[in-house]
């Protein structure tokens, strides 16, 4: 049987997740891998909820936010895209493969680039097999 | 606190989420899950009777919190929160999962979109058993008004707000008011002249006191939200540099229109080649100047007019353009009365005549002795220049459909009904106002039937062809429609926005200040004294990006705490 990876999505209200309801709307298929989660901006996602995610049993974490520029909230984005080589580094130090978690802008008229997004991802971590950072993670915090 | 009794809805929506999810498997897993006090589907959760099962079951059954899966939170979530309300319960005591655009219309499989559907129901329950009862917050709606685009659209919405006392920004990007309709001659089907029809609602235009008309001029940024809008306003000052303003408004309606399809596009007509091969537009222009020739300035003894040139056509426009069949019979007379004598041929696909007064008009065009071809889509008529021996200029080539016979006929000139398109910009306009477009470029209403004005953008209106190709009637409901919405919400004065915005817990606060630079509204003040953060919630618009932040986690954002996020997450991965 073909591995179904499990992938978190962290959508901005304001352009990512209207994004995917156009994807809905305009009844592009994609891959049901990736569940959603709506925050109000890319900027509210703490990176605890990508370690949540991945420690929780995710095989891969989606943060999609609107494009630079386009933030809502002016520069909320600006604040994700400046974190999240920390938090890169930081998955990285855990063994964490770089196509586990993405970051990626969709506005809200680009459904079928939110489709695009999730049926290479969901083929990329599918590639990469079952993540190891539950157990990892398990271990890390046995040892502490 | 009171034990958790949660309802949790499964809408069918027809079946738009039941013949993908399985609807019963997800009811039945949803009523094992902790806290779950009840578990029902319906057919449309969203009627009113299914409104009514929800306010019934929470007075009987004493349902604290509330799931609906159902459609996106962005389409339905205000018309349950009211429900909940409505029966006493605190609306934010309600969460929505979304498994119709983001679930059922997706995917394909029934068995991996009822798993998705499990799961974000399952994310919806936990989320909402986390959930705490908030107030809404109450704001001033300015009731000044943006509207974008000088058409028939942009001004009927115009007139009718500044009517009601609304101070309109009327924002045109050419130098004259019209759009489209400025070049048209008569209308269709009862052959008024647009010019009357306009020259009547600029000039109220123009000496409205209540309208400040900015030609030249265009919108270069629009910040806010609904109610307190801030739009930045550039207009062209000739060799000087543009002068640029800011204004408050409340609501924005966009009526920026549409533009001709270009008929070069389509070389079988040879379009830009042969003289006299015209667009509709060119014709107009040739009737409102008072005469029909041909470019060698005869009267043409030929007509022929071609429908559905870039509509209704994969390799262009797939839709249909709406007002070009009745526009072709409308030429059809106004040959008639410019060439007595004239022969008109009328190309055609399919005869689209769904108005008010179009099949009437049909018939009588039908009976000016008009000949009527139909081809076949994709099966273009071939235009070529006739030889000298012929009495005509051009000799067209079709595969009439009726007879199964290819016809050719003569023609002096040649009318090309050009279909609309999306304008150039639409995207940059869409992206202006937060607003989405489709796939053809055609911007995006809030519900196709039941809300067809409004977008998802609340605050930002659309009317006119900028939503989809229309007639003038059409055009000027919607505009009527948008200001009517609109009028609707000054009237109330205070409009009622989310309850959602960031706290700080005094107790916590390190006074480390972190989070006093990151916020763009300013939200954030030290109080020196006691060495802490204070959030002012009025101006805080609830990003969360001060709460990411927070070494301390000092900081709350209501309805979007950690542990409600956390408990999506495991939800989501059940």
Same mark, same amino acid.
């Given at each position: ?144 | ?18 013949? #993908? ?25 969203? %009627? ?11 007075? !009987? ?52 979109? =009822? ?16 959930? !705490? ?65 306009? =020259? ?16 030249? $001029? ?30 408050? #408004?409340?609501?924005?309606?966009? &009526? ?7 008929? $070069? ?41 071609? +429908?559905?040139?870039? %509509? ?7 839709? &249909? %353009? ?22 008109? %041929? ?46 005509? !200029? ?38 202006? #106002? ?75 606060? $390190? ?22 953060? +204070? ?14 932040? &927070? ?24």
């Amino acid at each position: 049987m073909t591995f179904e990876p499990k992938i978190v999505g962290f959508l901005c209200n304001w352009c990512s997740y209207t994004g995917a309801d156009l994807a809905g709307t305009s009844r592009i298929h994609y891959a049901a891998n990736v569940r959603i989660i709506r925050v109000m901006c890319s900027a509210r996602i703490d990176p605890t909820f990508v370690l949540k995610a991945l420690h929780d049993g995710a095989d891969g974490v989606l943060i999609c936010g609107c494009h630079p520029g386009d933030c809502h909230y002016s520069e909320g984005n600006y604040k994700m895209m400046r974190r999240y080589p920390l938090l890169k580094a930081l998955l990285s130090d855990y063994g964490i493969e770089k196509d586990r978690v993405r970051l990626e802008w969709v506005s809200a008229s680009e459904g079928q680039r939110f489709a695009d997004i999730v049926n290479d991802m969901t083929e990329r971590v599918r590639a990469l097999g079952p993540s190891s950072i539950k157990t990892a993670l398990a271990t890390d915090m046995a040892e502490r | 606190m009171e034990d958790l009794k949660i309802g949790v809805y499964v809408c069918n929506c027809g079946t738009n989420i039941a013949k #993908v999810v399985d609807c019963d498997a997800t009811i039945e897993s949803a009523s094992r899950l902790p806290g779950v006090a009840i578990a029902r589907p319906y057919k449309y959760m969203c %009627s009113n009777p299914g409104q009514e099962m929800i306010v019934a079951d929470i007075r !009987e059954h004493g349902l604290n919190r509330v799931v609906v899966a159902a459609c996106s939170p962005r389409m339905h979530e205000p018309t349950f929160r009211k429900a909940l309300q409505q029966a006493g319960v605190n609306p934010y005591f309600l969460e929505m999962a979304n498994i119709r655009e983001q679930c059922s219309w997706v995917h394909e499989d029934g068995a991996v979109a =009822t798993e998705k559907a499990k799961a974000l129901v399952k994310a919806a329950v936990l989320r909402v058993a986390r959930h !705490e009862p908030l107030e809404r917050r109450s704001v001033d709606m300015c009731p000044d008004l943006l509207v974008i685009g000088g058409g028939i659209a942009g001004m009927t919405a115009a007139l009718d707000l500044a009517d009601a006392g609304s101070k309109i920004y009327l924002v045109e990007r050419a130098d004259h008011l019209g759009g489209n309709l400025a070049r048209v001659d008569l209308t269709a089907p009862y052959l008024d002249s647009a010019r009357d029809m306009l =020259t009547d609602r600029m000039t109220r235009v123009v000496e409205h006191p209540n309208i400040s008309l900015l030609l030249n $001029s265009e919108v270069e940024r629009l910040e806010g939200f609904v109610g307190n809008f801030q739009a930045t306003i550039a207009t062209k000052a000739g060799n000087a540099a543009d002068q640029v303003a800011t204004v408050d #408004v409340g609501s924005v309606v966009v &009526c920026t229109g549409y533009k001709e399809f270009d008929a $070069s596009r389509i070389t079988h007509y040879g379009y830009g080649k042969l003289p006299n091969v015209i667009t509709s537009f060119e014709f107009e222009k040739m009737l409102r100047e008072g005469g029909v020739e041909t470019k060698e300035g005869k009267a043409p003894q030929y007509v022929a007019i071609i +429908h559905c040139v870039g %509509s209704r056509n994969l390799e262009f426009h797939a839709y &249909c %353009s709406r007002v070009c069949c009745m526009t072709a019979l409308k030429y059809a007379h106004e040959v008639k009365s410019a060439v007595p004598g004239a022969y008109v %041929s009328d190309i055609y696909i399919d005869m689209h005549a769904f108005g008010k007064g179009h099949e009437d008009f049909y018939r009588r065009s039908s009976e000016v002795k008009t000949l009527f071809l139909m081809y076949a889509k994709d099966d273009y008529p071939v235009i070529r220049k006739a030889d000298a021996k012929d009495d005509c !200029e051009m000799l067209i080539e079709v595969n009439e459909s009726l007879s199964g016979e290819t016809i050719e006929i003569p023609a002096d000139m040649v009318i090309l009904m050009v279909g609309m398109e999306a304008r150039d910009d639409w995207a940059e306009v869409a992206h202006l #106002v937060n607003i989405s477009g489709d796939k053809d470029g055609w911007f995006i209403e809030s519900h196709p039937k039941l809300d067809p004005v409004a977008t998802t953008t609340d605050g930002i209106y659309i009317a006119g062809a900028c939503q989809a190709p229309k007639d003038i009637p059409d055009s000027v409901a919607q505009a009527r429609a948008a200001a009517a919405r609109i009028l609707g919400r000054i009237a109330k004065g205070k409009l009622e926005i989310d309850a959602v915005f960031a706290e700080v817990d005094e107790d916590k606060c $390190s006074g480390c200040r972190m989070c006093n630079e990151l916020c763009p509204y300013t939200a954030i003040e030290f109080d020196a004294e006691k060495k802490r953060s +204070h959030i002012i919630s009025a101006l805080c618009k609830a990003c969360g990006a001060c709460v990411a932040a &927070c070494p301390s986690g000092a900081i709350a954002a209501r309805h979007f705490t950690d542990a409600q996020i956390f408990a999506e997450i495991e939800g989501v991965l059940a």
